[in-house]
C-alpha cells in the first residue's frame, strides 16, 4: 500500500506503516460521500499532505490516476497542531462540536427580529410621535441582523456599480479643468443661495449669513496662502469636505428630519447622562449630589459614559460606526484610511485614544497624515467630555452637530495646510485592527471603563485646578503692571481677545459683541475649553444674542489648547516613540488648524442660522 501512496510536494516520504510514525485521527467530512480528511501529527514537526485511496470510497466526481480501484482519494494532512488544520485554504476545526447558539443562530436571530418588530409595531400605533428612536434602533438592529447572514457585498457591490455607472464615470470623461471648475462652483452656488434665498430672522439677516460667507473664503484663502505646498493641495479632499460640512449643517439645521434627528439625540443623551445622578447619589447622598459645582455635577457624568461608552465598544457598536464613517471619507474625499478612522472617531473617544484605534499604522504614517490626526483630535471633542459641557448647560444640540460637522471640516484644513507629498500605506483602505486585550465580558469592560473615566476625569480635574491657578496668577501680575500706566482689569484673555476680534468677525458675530467672543476663544487657546465654555455659561451666555450664543458654542466645540500639545505628543508619542520628534514638528501647526477647523464649522452654522 506504502508503494502505491503519491506524495504530495511537503509532504513526508511515504512509510511502509504511515500509522507507526504519524498520530493519525479522523475528521468527520459533512458528506458521507466524500473523502475523509485525516490530520496527523508528524514526529519530526514537519507539516505537508499526502494523498492516499485506500478507503474505496464511491466516486463522486471525475476518476483519479491515483486510484485504480476508482475510489475518491481521501486527503491526510500532517501538522504539529491539533487545535485546528486547514486543507486547501479551508478550516476544519477538530475541537468539540458548536455549542447552542452556534446550531441555531438564523432561528435565535429570527425570533429576535420578529419581537423588534412587534415591539416597533405597537409603538407606531400607541405613541406615533415618539417614533425617531424606536425607528433607528430598528433599522439598525435589523441590518446588524440581516448582515450576519447575508454579505454585505450584496448590496454594496450592485450599488457601488451603480454608483459609478451613474456619477464616477461620466464624470471622469469631464476634462480635469471643467472638473475643478465645477467642483468649486457647486459648493460656492450652494453658499449664495443659502445666504441670499432665505427670509431674514430674527436670528440672522442676509448681511449677517454674507458676513459667514466672507469669513468662510477668508479662512480658506488664509490656509492655501500658509500651505507647506499649495501645489499638491488635493482639491477633491477639500471641495467634497466642505460640500460635506455644508450638507450635514443643512440636514440638521434647516430640514424637519435632521432636527427631529439631532434634538432627539441631544435629549437621549442627556437623559442618558442623567443616570449619573444615581451613582453620585449612592456614594455622597442626596444633599452632595445636588451641590451646584463643577465637580460633582460634571466629573461624575464623565467616569459615568466613559465606562458606558467602553460597554459599547465591547459589544462592537463604536468600532461598526467608526468604520462606517471612515469608509465613507476613503470612498468621497481621497483620504488614507487610517486618517479617515481617527477623523470618524475623533469626537467619540477622544484625541488620544482615537490614534489607538490606528496604533500599528502610527510608525508608518506619512508627515501628513500624522498632521492630520492631530488636527481631527484638536478639531473637535470626546463623547465623555461632551457630557460634561452638557452638564455646564451648554446645548447640547449644537455640540452635537458641531461634532459631526468637524469630522470633514478637520480633514479640510488639515490637507489644506499640509496637503500629503508621500505614499500612504493605507490609502484607499480601512482597517482598524482588533484589541490586543479584549474584555472577558460586559461587566470587565465596564469596570475598564470606569477606570478610564475616573483618570480622565481626575485629568480633568486636576488641570483645570492647575490651570484656572495659574491664570488667576497671570492676570493679577498683568492687572498690577496695567495700573502703573492707568490700564485697569489688563488680563491675559483681554490681551489676546484682540488676535481673536477678526476671527469671531468672520464666523458672523455681530460687530458689538466681537470682543467678547474673541475673549472666549483666546481662553480656549491659552487655559482650556473647559473654562471657555464655563465663562460662557456663568458670565456672557444670558446677555448675547441669539445668533452670538449659537456661533460661540459652534466655535469653542474641540480641544484645540495648548496644554493639548503637551497630551496630544505625550499620548500618541507614547504609542510610537519613534514619531515623538515628528509629532512635536507638527503639533503647533495642527493645533492652529483645529482651531481653524471649528471656526469653519461656526462660519457655516453662521449661514444656515
Not at 440672522?204 to 488664509?222: D, K, P, Y
Not at 451646584?292 to 467616569?303: D, M, S
Not at 470633514?408 to 493605507?426: G, I, Q
Not at 460662557?536 to 489648547?561: D, H, I, Q, V, W
Request: aromatic content about 10%; glycine content about 8%.
Amino acid at each position: 500500500m506504502a508503494a502505491d501512496r503519491p506524495r504530495v510536494p511537503g509532504g513526508p516520504p511515504p512509510t511502509a506503516d504511515p500509522d507507526a510514525s504519524l498520530n493519525r485521527r479522523h475528521v468527520a467530512h459533512p458528506s458521507d460521500s466524500s473523502p475523509s480528511i485525516h490530520a496527523t501529527g508528524g514526529s519530526n514537526g514537519d507539516t505537508g499532505v499526502y494523498v492516499h485511496s485506500d478507503l474505496g470510497y464511491p466516486k463522486t466526481g471525475p476518476g483519479n490516476k491515483n486510484d485504480p480501484n476508482g475510489s475518491v482519494p481521501s486527503i491526510v494532512m500532517y501538522t504539529n497542531s491539533d487545535e485546528k488544520n486547514t486543507v486547501t485554504g479551508r478550516q476544519y476545526d477538530t475541537s468539540d462540536s458548536p455549542g447552542f447558539y452556534d446550531r441555531y443562530r438564523l432561528w435565535i436571530h429570527v425570533v429576535i427580529w420578529l419581537i423588534l418588530t412587534a415591539f416597533f409595531i405597537a409603538v407606531l400605533v400607541l405613541h406615533s410621535e415618539r417614533y425617531l428612536v424606536p425607528t433607528l434602533l430598528y433599522v439598525f438592529v435589523s441590518g446588524k441582523l440581516l448582515f450576519a447572514h447575508v454579505p454585505v457585498s450584496l448590496i454594496s457591490t450592485p450599488l457601488g456599480n451603480a454608483m459609478n455607472t451613474v456619477f464616477t464615470k461620466p464624470i471622469q470623461k469631464i476634462p480635469p479643468r471643467v472638473r475643478f471648475i465645477i467642483g468649486v462652483l457647486t459648493p460656492l452656488t450652494c453658499y449664495v443661495l443659502t445666504v441670499l434665498v432665505p427670509p431674514e430672522t430674527e436670528i440672522s439677516t442676509r448681511m449677517q449669513r454674507a458676513q459667514s460667507l466672507a469669513g468662510l473664503l477668508i479662512f480658506i484663502a488664509a490656509l492655501v496662502l500658509v500651505s507647506s505646498h499649495r501645489t499638491k493641495i488635493n482639491w477633491r479632499t477639500i471641495l467634497v469636505g466642505l460640500l460635506a460640512q455644508f450638507l450635514i449643517g443643512v440636514f440638521t439645521l434647516k430640514t424637519q428630519v435632521g432636527y427631529d434627528v439631532f434634538n432627539g439625540l441631544s435629549q437621549s443623551t442627556t437623559k442618558l447622562l442623567g443616570f449619573a445622578k444615581f451613582g453620585t447619589e449612592f456614594l455622597f447622598g442626596s444633599d452632595v449630589a445636588n451641590l451646584p459645582n463643577f465637580a460633582v455635577q460634571v466629573l461624575p457624568v464623565v467616569l459615568f459614559f466613559a465606562s458606558f461608552i467602553q460597554m459599547v465598544y465591547y459589544l462592537g457598536g463604536m468600532q461598526w460606526f467608526i468604520r462606517k464613517f471612515a469608509i465613507i471619507m476613503v470612498n468621497l474625499m481621497d483620504t488614507s484610511g487610517a486618517e479617515s478612522v481617527v477623523a470618524a472617531s475623533s469626537f467619540i473617544v477622544g484625541q488620544c485614544e482615537s490614534a489607538l484605534l490606528v496604533k500599528p499604522f502610527l510608525e508608518y504614517m506619512t508627515m501628513s497624515e500624522l498632521h492630520s490626526v492631530m488636527v481631527s483630535g484638536f478639531a473637535t471633542i470626546s463623547g465623555a467630555v461632551l457630557a460634561g459641557f452638557i452638564s455646564l448647560g451648554v446645548d447640547p444640540q449644537s455640540l452635537i452637530t458641531a461634532c459631526v460637522m468637524s469630522m470633514p471640516s478637520s480633514l479640510v484644513v488639515a490637507k489644506l495646510c499640509k496637503p500629503e507629498t508621500e505614499e500612504s500605506l493605507t490609502k484607499g483602505q480601512v482597517k482598524i485592527p482588533e484589541e490586543e486585550d479584549r474584555e472577558a465580558n460586559l461587566l470587565h469592560a465596564a469596570a475598564n471603563g470606569a477606570a478610564q473615566g475616573l483618570t480622565l476625569a481626575g485629568l480633568i480635574g486636576a488641570t483645570l485646578l492647575a490651570i484656572t491657578s495659574l491664570l488667576a496668577l497671570t492676570n493679577a501680575v498683568l492687572t498690577y503692571f496695567g495700573e502703573l500706566i492707568n490700564i485697569p482689569d489688563m488680563t491675559l484673555q483681554s490681551i489676546t481677545s484682540y488676535f481673536f476680534i477678526p476671527a469671531a468677525w468672520c464666523i458672523g458675530v455681530p460687530a458689538d459683541e466681537v470682543q467678547v467672543v474673541g475673549q472666549l476663544l483666546a481662553t480656549k487657546m491659552f487655559a482650556s475649553e473647559f473654562v471657555a465654555y464655563a465663562d460662557f455659561t456663568n458670565e456672557f451666555k444670558e446677555a448675547m444674542s441669539p445668533r452670538t450664543r449659537l456661533l460661540t458654542t459652534y466655535a469653542l466645540c474641540g480641544f484645540a489648547n495648548f496644554a493639548s500639545i503637551g497630551i496630544q505628543i505625550g499620548g500618541i508619542g507614547a504609542m510610537t516613540p519613534t514619531r515623538k520628534g515628528d509629532l512635536a514638528k507638527v503639533a503647533l501647526s495642527a493645533m492652529l488648524c483645529g482651531t481653524m477647523s471649528t471656526l469653519l464649522t461656526a462660519t457655516i452654522a453662521g449661514m444656515l442660522s
